[in-house]
């Protein structure tokens, strides 16, 4: 199985007091990886530092068999090919259809493959009919789900989900997750963090443990 991304030796600083230390770890393509650790391990940095977004000081990163050069012309291009979505996502002031149209109107999608795509990501999370609803008037779990399908329209290379079941129901986890394998099932490499390790071990992928920065377990 291809490997999607490669970290050798990396080390990235926040502040003066923390430090994520990776010294090694592959993701393989295609597949769900659970990244467990509890509050302020050094999950979130991991994401952004996958998602291209936060550069390490120390060591290598390669995505898609690239080294990964974060002054370089490609790193647009593969920033393009991977998505984050936060624990707690910004959405567009307006509707949830601006929201979802945004992303693609900016990739040069025309009008009739924008709304296809924007009404089947809506369907995928559950929310078919909530095109025309403002951002402001929705609830904590609506507003995750909207952020997971303004993510799924881009059909991403790669999707990296921060805690993202935290502001959804009990009720609603099952049906999230069945999501997520069917993404993967598509051929989308997803990585996801959670502090709950007994939804990791409902995945059938690669579980890494972080704890006070430091990877400690691959499985």
Known sequence: MATIYSLNHIEVFLGESFCLTVPHLDFESGEIHVVTGSN???????????ALLTVPQKGTLSFMGENVEMSGRGLLQQRQKITLVEQSPYLLQGTVFT??????????????ELRDRVTKGLAEVGLENFSKHRVKELSGGEVQRVALARAIVLNPTVLLLDEPTANIDSSG??????L????SDSGMT?????HDSTQAERFNGKKIRINEGQVLEIS
């Open 99 to 112: 929201n979802l149209a945004f992303g693609l109107k900016v990739r040069g999608f025309q009008r009739e």
């Open 173 to 178: 986890v099952s049906g999230f997750e069945e």
């Open 40 to 50: 302020g391990a050094g999950k979130s940095t991991l994401l952004r530092t996958l």
């Open 190 to 194: 997803v990585i996801m963090s959670t």
């Open 180 to 183: 997520i394998c069917r993404l």
